[in-house]
C-alpha cells in the first residue's frame, strides 16, 4: 500500500473555523444571508476533504441545507467539519453550523449539512482517496449513515434518471 494511501482517522483532517458576521453579509432583517454561510461550509469542507485526500479535491454536492435560525450580525459563526465517509474517490464531510454572542457566549445549533467531494488529479479526473480509519464509535456511526446516506443519493438519482 502506498504511504499516501493509510488508513486516516476524521480527527487527522477535523477543522474548527470561526467567523464574525459583519452588516455586508446581512439582509435588510440583520440576518445573515444564506449564501455566505454556504460559503463558509463549502470551503471548511473543502480544505476537510483536501487534507484527508493529500491531493486537490472539489465539491460534488451539498445535501439538503434547513436553517433552524437566523444568524445576526455581529454574530460569531464557528463551523466544525470533518470526514464521515470514504468511497473510491469520493467523500462525505459532515458540517455543523453555531451562531455564538461573543458578548454572552449563547451558542445554538442554527444548522448541519453533508457535502460531497472528490479528489481529482492535474487533468481534472477523479483519483482514489485513502480509506477511513474508524478509530471510535462515533467514528464507526457517522460511517454507517453516511454510507447509507450516500446508497440513498444514487438510488435516488437512478430513480430520476428512469422518469
Do not use: W
Amino acid at each position: 500500500m502506498r504511504r499516501d494511501m493509510e488508513p486516516r482517522p476524521p480527527s487527522a483532517s477535523e477543522v474548527v473555523s470561526s467567523e464574525l458576521m459583519m452588516p455586508h453579509q446581512v439582509n435588510n432583517h440583520g440576518h445573515v444571508f444564506g449564501g455566505v454561510i454556504l460559503s463558509i461550509v463549502d470551503r471548511v469542507a473543502g480544505v476537510v476533504s483536501m487534507r484527508h485526500a493529500g491531493v486537490p479535491c472539489v465539491t460534488v454536492s451539498f445535501d439538503r441545507v434547513d436553517f433552524k435560525e437566523p444568524i445576526f450580525t455581529g454574530e460569531v459563526v464557528t463551523v466544525r467539519a470533518q470526514v464521515n465517509f470514504v468511497g473510491t474517490t469520493s467523500m462525505e464531510i459532515g458540517v455543523r453550523v453555531e451562531a455564538e454572542n461573543p458578548f454572552t457566549r449563547e451558542a445554538r445549533h442554527t444548522n448541519s449539512c453533508y457535502l460531497t467531494f472528490v479528489a481529482i488529479d492535474a487533468d481534472h479526473r477523479p483519483v482514489p482517496v485513502p480509506p477511513l480509519k474508524l478509530v471510535s464509535e462515533e467514528d464507526e456511526r457517522r460511517f454507517l449513515e453516511g454510507e447509507k446516506r450516500r446508497a440513498a443519493r444514487i438510488a435516488l438519482a437512478r430513480e430520476l434518471e428512469d422518469t
